[in-house]
Structure formats: C-alpha cells, structure tokens
T-cell receptor
Framework: DTEVTQTPKHLVMGMTNKKSLKCEQHMGHRAMYWYKQKAKKPPELMFVYSYEKLSINESVPSRFSPECPNSSLLNLHLHALQPEDSALYLC????????????????FGPGTRLTVT | AQSVAQPEDQVNVAEGNPLTVKCTYSVSGNPYLFWYVQYPNRGLQFLLKYITGDNLVKGSYGFEAEFNKSQTSFHLKKPSALVSDSALYFCAVRDIAPNNNAGNMLTFGGGTRLMVKP
C-alpha cells in the first residue's frame, strides 16, 4: 500500500478562521512533508518532519503551524491566512535515508485545495 | 545547491508516437534523480528514480528514463504515447539537507506539460 490520504479535499476559509489540514500514511515512513503548490508550478517545500520531529522549516509564516502527533499523522494548522495562501497543499511521506545515505522516493497525497476569501 | 531544469514548458506528441520530456541537472556529488507525474487536481505520482546502476531506468506505466552523466541529463521517454499520458511532469533531484535528519528533500524542476493528441 503506497497511499497517503489527506482531508479535507477542499477547504474555503475566511481570513479570520482557524482550520486544520490532516494527512495520514500507514507505510511505516518516518519522514513526512508539507508542500504548497500554485497552479502550473512545482511544489514548494514548507516543512519536513523526521521521526516526528520538525527538522526543516522553509521560512514559512507563523500563520502555518505544523504538528506531527505520531508517526502516521501530520497536521497543518491554519490561522489568519491571506488570499495569496490559496493553493493546493500536498502532504508526502518517505522512508528516511538509511545509513548509506540512500534516497527514497516520496509518496504524495491527493492534496487539499484551499481557498482563502 | 542542487537543481534541475526542464527546458520545455509543453511537449506535444501524437498518440502512438514516441515521447521525450527533457531534464538536465546540476549537482555536487552523486545525483539522485526522480520523475513524477501530476494529473489535474491530483497529487504527484512517483514514476521512477535513478540512484545508481544501469543508466536506463524503467518505471511505471511504460515510462523509462536515461541517465547521461556526460550531458548531465535525465530525460523521460516512452516508446508509444497514449492520450491518457497527458499530464504535468516534474523532474526532481535530492537536495542536500542542512542536517542529516531531514528526510529526503527534493528540488523540483518547473514542470513540463505533455499533450498527447489522438
């Protein structure tokens, strides 16, 4: 099973709302990622969790707050977003690198289409 | 920094003809290269990867890619295109994380839209 699930599929929120995006995988992967993707552009990395610890924050504004409750779940808490934050938010997971530094592919969820009004 | 470039925004090909989607890379050290496909309003799907070994890598849905070290290229190919192959294709390279405990970071190319016409 190489499935990463994301909920909700679509989300419309006002600039004063608080909402959360959820991501789940049951592949035993220990690295999980949040990406933001604008239309017809490549995904932009936001956060990386490795073994449930935040290891990379790509200078993302504090109105985005990630959380990794356990090795299978990844959340992205949203608060006071701006219209320019409207995008497709993708979650991905991968095995972490082994001792030889071998890289593993990332598996992506279907994404949450976020619209900020 | 590691980077990949996809020189074509769009590739048009007739169904049944061979297709090539181009990717060139710039890395320090050994390149770890990936191809992903994205259908409309969907996440990215992994197609194939080059880590080491044979320069011709076979992947999902009949796709293959050829690693060429002298030309620093990793072009995606398929012998006979299908209309259903029409999608957005991304080449990616493993990036160098600032620490050793940061998963497998990827840097993506700008993407190439493949249009296969009947």
């Amino acid at each position: 099973d190489t499935e990463v699930t994301q909920t909700p599929k679509h989300l419309v929120m006002g600039m004063t709302n608080k909402k959360s995006l959820k991501c789940e995988q049951h592949m035993g992967h220990r690295a999980m990622y949040w990406y933001k993707q604008k239309a017809k552009k490549p995904p932009e990395l936001m956060f990386v969790y490795s073994y449930e610890k935040l290891s990379i924050n790509e200078s993302v504004p504090s109105r985005f707050s990630p959380e990794c409750p356990n090795s299978s779940l990844l959340n992205l808490h949203l608060h006071a977003l701006q219209p320019e934050d409207s995008a497709l938010y993708l979650c991905a997971s991968s095995q972490d690198r082994d001792g030889s530094g071998r890289s593993y592919e990332q598996y992506f969820g279907p994404g949450t289409r976020l619209t900020v009004t | 920094a590691q980077s990949v470039a996809q020189p074509e925004d769009q590739v048009n090909v007739a169904e049944g003809n061979p297709l090539t989607v181009k990717c060139t890379y710039s890395v320090s050290g050994n390149p770890y290269l990936f191809w992903y496909v994205q259908y409309p309003n969907r996440g990215l799907q992994f197609l194939l990867k080059y880590i080491t070994g044979d320069n011709l890598v076979k992947g999902s849905y009949g796709f293959e890619a050829e690693f060429n070290k002298s030309q620093t290229s990793f072009h995606l190919k398929k012998p006979s295109a299908l209309v259903s192959d029409s999608a957005l294709y991304f080449c990616a390279v493993r990036d160098i994380a600032p620490n050793n405990n940061a998963g497998n970071m990827l840097t993506f190319g700008g993407g190439t839209r493949l249009m296969v016409k009947p």
